[in-house]
Every structure is written in structure tokens, then in C-alpha cells.
């Protein structure tokens, strides 16, 4: 019997133990020390500075009011052209978007900031400041950015969104 207590003590010993082990593998943590396939998460208090890089737009995610996914488009997939690129600098970003067909180059400019999660644009040209876009994530390798209105700023026209989607995730890449 004695024999029976001391094994069982010691298997509950074990897995109390175990229990209380280092879960840091298995949470996302926003401090910016989690690694993972998409690069380093970033604290919304550095975006600032992580932002400040060239990002390449790969991805374009449609999704419902609900913020369920209707569609993915993976942009490289069907270009022939390089991505678009866009150059976070000190308070520019500088943006350069090819035509579909990839006959013409269009390179603009506008002054941003970043306030909590949104990022603000400032488009010169229009006089106007646009809506915000928000920042869903921002890694060391990837940043995804909501636009909630049928206004793309990125290509700069209005845009015909698929059916039953109410918003659009744009998801750059780091070059």
C-alpha cells in the first residue's frame, strides 16, 4: 500500500510541476519578444518605429460585417509586375502602384502619423485627410491594415467591393 501512495504522490508530483511551467511559447505577448512565422509582434507603443521600413502589398482580404472572411486575393499570384511598394520615412509614406497590366508606373506621396492603432494619411493632392486605416497587426515581417470604406487610398479611386463585404484588409510585407 505503501508502495501505491509514494507512486501516486509522485505522479501527481509531476504533473503539478509540469503544470507550472513557462507558458510563453503558447501566448502571443505584446512586449515584442514572440517570434512566429509572420516575424516579431509589435507593442502598439513602438509602431511608430516599426512601421518606418519598404512594405510590399501581397494580400488583399475581403471581409463581411462581421468581419468574417469572403474573399483572399494573393497579389502575386496573377501580377507580372513587381508589388506595390510603399516607403514608410520619417512622416511621408511614398507609394508606388502599377497598373494592372502593368503599362504605367504611379508613384505618389503623402505626410502620415500613427495615433493608437490607426495610421492617419494625409493626401496633399486631394486637400483632404482620409479615414483612417487600422492596424490589425504589425510584425517585423508583416502589416495588415484595415480600410472600412469603399475609398482605397492605395490605388487612389473608389473601389468595387466583392459581394457582401463591408471592408478590406490590405497585407504588406516587408521587402
Given at each position: 500500500m505503501k508502495k501505491y501512495l509514494l507512486f501516486f504522490a509522485t505522479i501527481l508530483c509531476c504533473v503539478f510541476l509540469g503544470g507550472c511551467s513557462s507558458d510563453e511559447n503558447s501566448k502571443k505577448k505584446d512586449d515584442?519578444?514572440?517570434?512566429?512565422?509572420?516575424?516579431?509582434?509589435?507593442s502598439v507603443a513602438h509602431y511608430s518605429k516599426a512601421i518606418k521600413k519598404d512594405w510590399l502589398a501581397s494580400k488583399f482580404v475581403y471581409l463581411d460585417r462581421n468581419n468574417k472572411v469572403i474573399l483572399e486575393e494573393d497579389l502575386s499570384f496573377y501580377r507580372v509586375c513587381d508589388l506595390d511598394l510603399y516607403s514608410f520615412k520619417e512622416d511621408k509614406v511614398f507609394?508606388?502602384?502599377?497598373?494592372?497590366?502593368?503599362s504605367e508606373l504611379y508613384k505618389s506621396v503623402a505626410d502620415y502619423k500613427i495615433e493608437g492603432e490607426?495610421?492617419?494619411?494625409?493626401a496633399k493632392e486631394m486637400n483632404d485627410n482620409?479615414?483612417?486605416?487600422?492596424i490589425i497587426s504589425l510584425t517585423t515581417k508583416q502589416l495588415v491594415?484595415?480600410?472600412?470604406?469603399?475609398?482605397d487610398f492605395?490605388?487612389?479611386k473608389q473601389i468595387n467591393l466583392p459581394e457582401?463585404?463591408?471592408?478590406k484588409q490590405v497585407i504588406l510585407v516587408a521587402k
Open positions: 515584442g519578444n514572440e517570434s512566429n512565422n509572420s516575424g516579431t509582434e509589435i507609394m508606388e502602384n502599377h497598373s494592372f497590366d502593368c490607426n495610421l492617419l494619411l494625409f482620409l479615414e483612417p486605416l487600422e491594415l484595415k480600410v472600412d470604406d469603399k475609398y492605395f490605388y487612389g457582401g463585404a463591408t471592408a
